[in-house]
């Protein structure tokens, strides 16, 4: 049974960093793609940042510069490190994976396989 367990989200104010954290149970994260996507009320659900086994990262233009994907596969934890928040970052924060060791086509929904909960992340002006 795969589990994603997501944590570090919170309120900070604009111009400040947070660090999500997603452990993952039943899913070697070194051997497949991971994910984070964000979606804001109102809005599409959207990915965010990506590495695949191989360490290759991904990011969505409103990303780049700003977030970081990583992981420790020892801990088998993604991360993604945001700093330089804007108020248009608040969403609720979503671990995603995807079997494979490679991510084809662009960063979807529709292309993963298992979720996270989610953890929400509110950035103030």
Do not use: H
């Not at 997603?22 to 899913?27: D, L, V, Y």
């Not at 969505?60 to 248009?88: C, H, W």
């Not at 662009?106 to 909960?117: A, E, I, K, N």
Request: net charge positive; aromatic share 10%; with cysteine.
């Amino acid at each position: 049974q795969v589990q994603l367990v997501e944590s570090g989200g919170g309120s900070v104010q604009a111009g400040g960093s947070l660090r999500l954290s997603c452990a993952a149970s039943g899913f070697t994260v070194s051997s497949n793609c991971m994910a984070w996507f964000r979606q804001a009320p109102g809005k599409e659900r959207e990915g965010v940042a990506l590495i695949n086994s191989y360490g290759f990262t991904r990011y969505a233009d409103s990303a780049k510069g700003r977030f970081t994907i990583s992981r420790d596969n020892a801990k088998n934890t993604v991360y993604l490190q945001m700093n330089a928040l804007k108020p248009e970052d608040s969403a609720m924060y979503y671990c995603a994976a995807r079997s494979g060791p490679t991510w084809v086509g662009s960063l979807r929904g529709s292309s993963v396989d298992y979720w996270g909960q989610g953890t929400q992340v509110t950035v103030s002006s």
